[in-house]
């Protein structure tokens, strides 16, 4: 019994002991494993760093090498406009130089033509002493004209016939838009602005040439130097002309004959213009045409004409005119000048018109206009929703005949005055005096009678915006529902359906 007691101990107490090295053995591997995942961890870590630092040391030798670049660069190009500086300065200077040199031929040229000139007339001087036997001290100073011997001879054989009072009537208005009294009486009224005295180096420019010299340029539109081989003057004279005569029409003719009517004159114009219409306090019609011009060096987009431009398939600039004109046609106030990119309704808001309209000058009346301007309290326009009725297309109808007054002015106009149909030399600046002076003089044709050639009529081509908000004014909607009410039961509109 003991001994297979004994025996069974010992066994267990093997078993044990295998169990507890077993245990043992799990135990150590564990403890390898987990050291080894510590290792690893720790290895990338480090190698993490190690990326980052590299990283890092790229990013900057890259950013080193960008602003290396970069200054190279800006170096460069500083060296390269420093070198086109340089050179356009030395072509400037250059030019300077030839210019200078130049004038100084030029001016030793002029002054040896002088000195020949002098000796010369010394010479005639002397030779006419001799032949009066040297009692000829009194003609030393004789009254003779001697002509500068630096200005180019020029004919002006075509000016003097048409100045002859032989040249025929029709012959003079055909080329300078009106007969001999009306072109009399311009001249008569602007002597004194343009008159000019002679001076010992030239004899002045008579009057009735310069206006004769603007009046033709207005209305050919000819280029200068066509101007300048009909009247024997220089280009250069004859631009100056154009614009000190046009300025001498707008500051002393203007205030005469083109100016916003008298109570009494505007009674009349009522009148009138509801005879034409049926439509009641009509003071005048309105519309506005462009000019065409050369494309401008400054705010080029704001003188596109899109409308003209996408018509005629050919880029257009101009600059606008807005007028009103009375029952015959003669324009009672003028808008001149604005872009023209500005719509209609824009160029009367910027007007000096719109400001006195707002001012309470026209309270009670009313300015016709198309369907480019809105509808306010004193400007009329004609309905322009679709579906109309009876009675608006009546309206329109009868409201159309107002607007007819205009449009056929602006064409007698830019008819007479062919200037208006050309793209010009005189500056933008300049324009507005010029586009002015042709207003007055159609006004002083009209209320002169002076006829117009049929052949010179022309079509206006002025394509017509919506404004943005048609409609302004609610007592004008009112107002104009109940004039186109009366004149349909008045019987004074709607024939053109019938």
Request: aromatic residues 6%; proline residues 3%; neutral net charge.
């Amino acid at each position: 019994m003991n001994d297979s007691t004994n025996g069974s101990v010992r066994k267990r107490t093997r078993a044990d002991e295998a169990d507890e090295d077993d245990d043992l053995m799990g135990k150590n591997g564990g403890g390898k494993d987990l050291k080894g995942l510590v290792t690893s961890l720790l290895l990338l870590d480090e190698q993490d760093k190690c990326e980052q630092e590299e990283h890092d040391r790229a990013s900057i030798e890259a950013k080193i090498s960008m602003e290396v670049n970069h200054r190279k660069k800006t170096k460069a190009m500083v060296d390269f406009y420093s070198e086109v500086q340089d050179y356009y300065s030395e072509v400037e200077e250059s030019g300077r130089m030839k210019r200078k040199k130049s004038r100084l031929a030029a001016n030793s040229v002029a002054v040896a033509a002088a000195s020949d000139g002098l000796q010369k007339i010394e010479i005639e001087k002397s030779n006419k002493r001799g032949g009066d036997g040297g009692g000829g001290s009194g003609g030393g100073g004789g009254t003779g004209h001697h002509r500068r011997l630096w200005v180019k001879d020029r004919s002006k054989a075509w000016w003097d016939e048409c100045n002859s009072p032989d040249y025929p009537d029709e012959e003079f208005k055909k080329q300078f838009r009106m007969g001999r009294a009306t072109f009399d009486m311009i001249c008569e009224e602007l002597n004194s602005a343009i008159a000019k005295e002679d001076t010992t180096l030239r004899t002045a420019i008579p009057v009735r040439q310069r206006v004769a010299v603007c009046l033709w340029r207005l209305a050919t539109g000819d280029p200068l130097r066509v101007v300048s081989k009909k009247f024997g003057l220089g280009i250069s004279t004859c631009h100056k002309l154009v614009l000190e005569v046009c300025t001498a029409i707008r500051t002393v003719l203007m205030p005469k004959h083109l100016q916003w009517p008298e109570e009494e004159t505007l009674r009349r114009i009522k009148e009138e213009y509801e005879s034409i219409s049926g439509i009641p306090n009509v003071v005048g019609s309105m519309y506005t045409t462009h000019i065409p011009i050369i494309a401008p060096k400054i705010s080029v987009a704001a003188y596109f004409n899109k409308r003209h431009t996408e018509r005629n398939q050919k880029t257009s600039y101009s600059i606008t005119v807005q007028g009103v004109v009375d029952p015959r046609g003669v324009f009672t106030d003028v808008c001149i000048g604005w872009p023209g990119s500005m719509p209609d309704d824009q160029v009367l808001e910027k007007s000096a018109l719109f400001q006195r309209a707002n001012g309470g000058l026209l309270k009670g009346v009313w300015i016709v206009g198309g369907s480019s301007y809105p509808l306010l309290d004193w400007v009329l326009v004609p309905y322009t929703q679709q579906h109309l009725t009876w009675t608006q297309h009546a309206f329109n109808e009868k409201i159309g005949e107002i607007q007819k007054v205009a449009k056929d002015a602006f064409a007698r106009l830019k008819g007479r005055w062919r200037c208006l149909q050309k793209r010009t030399e005189v500056k933008l600046q300049d324009l507005p005096v010029v586009l002015g002076a042709c207003c007055v003089l159609h006004n002083i044709c009209e209320l002169g009678n002076e006829e117009m050639d049929t052949e010179l009529l022309t079509e206006l081509q002025d394509d017509e915006m919506a404004p943005e908000i048609a409609l302004r004014s609610v007592p004008s909607m009112k107002a104009r529902d109940a004039i186109a009410h009366n004149l349909l039961h008045h019987g004074l509109a709607g024939t053109s359906f019938l």
